[in-house]
């Protein structure tokens, strides 16, 4: 059974878990009523996260570009193969959609973002009133897409790990 590489896996796994934490602090964050110290914070982290996924997110195309992945198995319907392949396509577009839309909204609002807190990622463009809530707006559906994209992802892999058990999961796994 063909696997991935294991910088593929790595990279997988941890963009995934990079995911998972943004978008779970990004919905505690929003939740905060106010402008608290905890909640500056968590945007804070919620940045970090985000700037993260996009450095995680270049290296890992660049590591696709010069390592195919492995083939579909092949007793697997062409009409999965396509849709593996759309949602796949997807959740790369995503992963840079995301934190580049909240990049251009933090920018928008004027807002500072301090990688780390040690060095300071130069604004795109001057705050705009105008711009804030729509790219606010761009980055939140975005992210309710990524969420159904990566649902649908989780369950296709269990669909093959324990309905189909063509061995498509295991090569993924560490």
Do not use: C
Request: no cysteine.
């Amino acid at each position: 059974m063909d696997r991935y590489t294991k910088p593929a896996i790595l990279l997988h796994w941890l963009t995934a878990l990079l995911i998972i934490a943004a978008f779970t602090l990004g919905v505690i964050m929003t939740d905060i009523p106010g402008l608290t110290p905890t909640k500056l914070k968590y945007y804070s982290w919620h940045k970090w996260l985000g700037i993260t996924v996009l450095a995680v997110a270049v290296i890992r195309v660049l590591w696709r570009k010069a390592n195919r992945p492995p083939a579909p198995p092949a007793s697997m319907p062409q009409w999965q193969v396509k849709a593996a392949d759309a949602t796949h396509a997807l959740l790369y577009l995503l992963i840079f959609a995301v934190p580049v839309t909240g990049y251009l909204y933090t920018t928008a609002a004027g807002v500072p973002v301090v990688y780390l807190g040690l060095f300071q990622i130069p604004a795109a463009f001057d705050p705009n009133a105008e711009w804030k809530p729509v790219l606010k707006a761009i980055h939140y559906w975005l992210n309710m897409v990524m969420a159904g994209a990566v649902a649908l992802h989780v369950g296709a892999a269990l669909k093959h790990q324990f309905i189909d058990r063509d061995g498509v999961l295991r090569r993924m796994l560490p």
